[in-house]
């Protein structure tokens, strides 16, 4: 189970998240041979409670390069060349 929540113009999150919050997390055990019934739960420390804390420095108004393709070459790598 979690939370999250953008800050500071969406350049900062925190996050928030429980892990087993009812601890049900177990497992059960019953052994039988001749003379002896053997039965056991086993339980182990699985409650997690985090707290995530993330901020982006960096420009956010960065344009993205895009490369044309160009047909004709048949190589698919925009290079022209044969190896």
Aim: glycine share 14%.
């Amino acid at each position: 189970m979690g939370f999250k929540k953008f800050i500071w113009d969406k350049k900062g999150t925190i996050k928030l998240s429980i892990d087993d919050p009812a601890n049900l997390n177990n497992f059960r055990n019953t052994l039988t041979t001749n003379n002896l019934v053997s039965t056991g739960t086993y339980r182990w420390d699985n409650q997690r409670f985090r707290v995530n804390f993330t901020y982006n420095f960096g420009n956010t108004n960065v344009k993205v390069n895009q490369r044309s393709v160009n047909s004709g070459d048949g190589d698919g790598g925009g290079k022209g060349g044969r190896n």
